[in-house]
C-alpha cells in the first residue's frame, strides 16, 4: 500500500470499513496525504467518530467532517457525553467553541433566552476550562444535567462556551513577560499579546473595565462595526462574567463553583477572579467539590444533590455527601465570609 493503507479496495469502500476503534488505527499508521483526503475522512468519521482522533488538523478544522464525527457518536450510549469529548479533545480551534458544535454536544449557550426572556433568575456556573484538548470534561457533563434539570426554573451561565476577550490584550509585547508567544488574530493577521495576565489576580480588572472590545481598547483605529451584530464579541470576560453575577443576585440565584479538589487551593486561577467578584458583589456561592473523575463519572448524581441544596431557591445552607469507595463529593451553599475565613 502506498500509503499505508489497501488503497486498491478504493477510498471510499475502505472509509466504510472504519467502525470499530480497531479499524480506525489503520489512520493512525496512514501517512499525511491519506489523513487529509477529505473523502476518505469524511466517510470513515461518519461510519465512526473517533476514527478523527487520526485525522489531519486541517480536517480537524473541517466543520462538516466535525459535525459527522460528532453526529455519529450522538447514536451511541452516553451519545452528548462522547460527542462532548470529542470536541474537546479532536476539534480544532475556533471550532471546538462553535455555536453549532457547542449546541450539537447539549453545550448550547442560553444568552438569548436570558435576553428574550429575563424573568427566570440565573445561575452562573464557575469551573475550569473544559472544551479543549487535555483538559477535565466534568464541567460540561455537569452543565449538560443542569441545563435539563434547570430547564423552566433557572437560566445557567456556562463561560467555557465563550471566546473571550480581556482587557489586558494588547497588540504590543507585555513587559516582564518578552518569552509570551503571540496569538494570531485570524481577521486582521495581527500578532496580540497579554493572555499572560489574563487569569492574574493582581490585575487591575475585577469586571468594572468597561472594556467592551478590547481590539478598540488596544488599537483606538479599530472598526467596531465588523461584530455589530454581536457587540460582546471581544468584551472583556471579567466585564461579562460580572454582568452574569449582578443579574444572579438582583434575580434570586447564584454562582455554582466546581472545584477540581478540596478546598480554595484547587480552583483554578480564573476561578479565584471569579469567587473574589462573587464576593464583592454578595451573591451566594454553591460549591461543588470533589475529584475530576467523581465530575466526570456521576454528573447525574452531583446535579440531583445540588437540586437538594438549592431547593428551587438558590437561599438554602446545607452540605451533602455521596462516596465512591474513598473518593467523594461534597454540594455544599456557603456564605462568602466562609470564602475569606479559608484563605
Known amino acids: 500500500a502506498a500509503h499505508g493503507l489497501p488503497f486498491l479496495l478504493g477510498k471510499k469502500r475502505l472509509a466504510k470499513m472504519v467502525t470499530t476503534y480497531e479499524d480506525s488505527l489503520y489512520f493512525e499508521n496512514a501517512s499525511e496525504v491519506v489523513r487529509s483526503d477529505r473523502e476518505v ?7 465512526y467518530g473517533w476514527a478523527i482522533k487520526y485525522a489531519s488538523a486541517e480536517m480537524r478544522r473541517d466543520r462538516q467532517i466535525v459535525r ?6 450522538l447514536r451511541a450510549h452516553n451519545g452528548l457525553e462522547q460527542a462532548a469529548i470529542l470536541l474537546a479533545e479532536h476539534a480544532e480551534p475556533p471550532l471546538n467553541q462553535d455555536p453549532e458544535m457547542l449546541k ?12 428574550r426572556d429575563g424573568r427566570l433568575p440565573e445561575i452562573v456556573l464557575s469551573v475550569r476550562f473544559s472544551i479543549g484538548r ?5 464541567a460540561s457533563f455537569i452543565y449538560q444535567q443542569m441545563r435539563g434539570i434547570f430547564r423552566g426554573s433557572f437560566y445557567v451561565h456556562f463561560p467555557n462556551a465563550y471566546g473571550k476577550g480581556f482587557c489586558g490584550l494588547t497588540y ?4 516582564g ?13 495581527r500578532n496580540y499579546y497579554g493572555w499572560c495576565r489574563n487569569d492574574d489576580t493582581s490585575w487591575r480588572c475585577q469586571g468594572q473595565c468597561a472594556v467592551r472590545c478590547w481590539k478598540k481598547n488596544a488599537d483606538p483605529l479599530h472598526d467596531c462595526r465588523e461584530h ?21 443576585k438582583d434575580m434570586g440565584g447564584c454562582m455554582v463553583q466546581v472545584r477540581e479538589g478540596e478546598g480554595v487551593e484547587s480552583l483554578g486561577r480564573g476561578q479565584v477572579v471569579e469567587l473574589e467578584m462573587a464576593a464583592e458583589i454578595g451573591v451566594r456561592v454553591v460549591v461543588i467539590e470533589g475529584t475530576p473523575s467523581m465530575q466526570f463519572a456521576y454528573p447525574g448524581e452531583i446535579v440531583g444533590h445540588l437540586v437538594k441544596v438549592l431547593k428551587g431557591k438558590c437561599t438554602d445552607t446545607g452540605v451533602l455527601e455521596f462516596w465512591n469507595d474513598d473518593d467523594r463529593i461534597v454540594v455544599e451553599s456557603q456564605k462568602m465570609g466562609d470564602y475569606y475565613r479559608s484563605k
Open 104 to 115: 450539537l454536544a447539549g453545550l448550547e449557550i442560553e444568552e438569548r433566552d436570558i435576553a
Open 41 to 47: 475522512v469524511l466517510a470513515a468519521v461518519s461510519q
Open 177 to 189: 513577560h518578552t518569552d509570551e508567544q503571540p496569538t494570531l488574530d485570524d481577521i486582521s493577521g
Open 228 to 248: 455589530a451584530n454581536d457587540e460582546l464579541k471581544y468584551a472583556c470576560w471579567r466585564l461579562v462574567y460580572r454582568r452574569h453575577l449582578e443579574r444572579a
Open 172 to 175: 504590543n509585547k507585555v513587559p
Open 134 to 138: 487535555g483538559t477535565q470534561q466534568g
Open 68 to 73: 459527522a464525527a460528532m453526529e455519529n457518536r
